[in-house]
């Protein structure tokens, strides 16, 4: 590793901390090779604080951070959510962020840095209109309480044959057009209402009405119409979808022996430097001799 960090200037790494200090290869024995050196700890509380060393989870920094406490209905508490909330939105992206901001600082100085990353303040940071409405308006939030968690007409409605499909229209020609679509105009004086009993009204107008035809019928109906509707797909779905497709968000990567792989794209899109995918990975160790 040392040898390696005289040439590679940036270093990602997530044992709890102390655990690289421990093997001599922390962020001041590698600054010492490389002072250019970029350095990012990417842990569950950070490095600093009572829960530093503590053991975690994506499901318990998301609750920590208080994002699972306005999630998920009043009647069932917090949902257990299907992806990695902290982990990867939290922890990767921001690492990320915080990597590159260093790489402009090191252009403009030549100095490197080291990069704390809890995923629990990174958890808590994502708590955005929440946490303003919290913290600076005094506003607790709660489950089906707010406009955008439930509290309001912006929410998921079953369909006839057991499908889901997801209302967004908040905004007053939306509102107007979903209403309008759905045969129920008389309810579009209500969209706006801050009342909650005037959006629970709304919400058991919607739901008995998308109640009534299967979900491909809603799609059909919904195809033209600049309304904020959309299908809750499947995976294997999304994957289907026109609008991913066009976006090359599944592409066939090579696996070795002439057959390919699907797997996600890359979801950023470069004008001057495309993506290119040349191998799905490799296998534990490939590398090893090359580094080693």
């Not at 005289?6 to 997530?14: A, G, L, R, S, T």
């Not at 982990?87 to 600082?105: F, T, Y």
């Amino acid at each position: 590793v040392l040898e390696l960090v005289k040439n590679h200037d940036i270093v990602i790494e997530q044992f709890r901390p102390g655990v690289m200090d421990r093997l001599g290869i922390g962020y001041e024995a590698l600054k010492a090779v490389n002072p250019r050196l970029i350095y990012c700890s990417i842990t569950g509380y950070g490095q600093t604080g009572p829960y530093k060393d503590r053991a975690g989870h994506d499901i318990n920094y998301l609750s920590l951070a208080g994002v699972s406490s306005h999630c998920g209905r009043a009647d069932s508490g917090p949902p257990p959510m299907g992806i990695q909330i902290a982990d990867v939105a939290g922890g990767s992206h921001h690492a990320v962020m915080g990597i590159l901001a260093a790489v402009i600082h090191r252009q403009q100085t030549g100095e490197g840095q080291f990069v704390d990353i809890s995923m629990t303040d990174a958890a808590f940071a994502l708590n955005a209109m929440a946490g303003a409405a919290c913290l600076a308006g005094g506003q607790e939030q709660k489950p089906e309480r707010a406009l955008l968690n439930g509290g309001s007409f912006y929410d998921y409605y079953q369909t006839r044959d057991g499908r889901w499909l997801s209302v967004g229209s908040l905004e007053p020609q939306f509102a107007s057009r979903l209403f309008h679509t759905l045969g129920i105009s008389e309810v579009t004086s209500l969209a706006m209402s801050q009342n909650p009993e005037h959006q629970q009204h709304l919400k058991a107008v919607l739901k008995e009405k998308i109640a009534e035809k299967p979900l491909a019928e809603w799609q059909e109906i919904f195809a033209d119409e600049d309304a904020c509707v959309e299908p809750v797909l499947t995976i294997s779905e999304a994957a289907e979808h026109p609008q991913l497709k066009a976006r090359d968000m599944v592409i066939g990567v090579d696996r070795g022996d002439g057959t390919q792989q699907p797997q996600i794209g890359f979801p950023i899109k470069f004008e001057k430097t495309p993506s290119e995918t040349s191998r799905i990975g490799k296998m534990l160790g490939a590398d090893n001799d090359r580094f080693l």
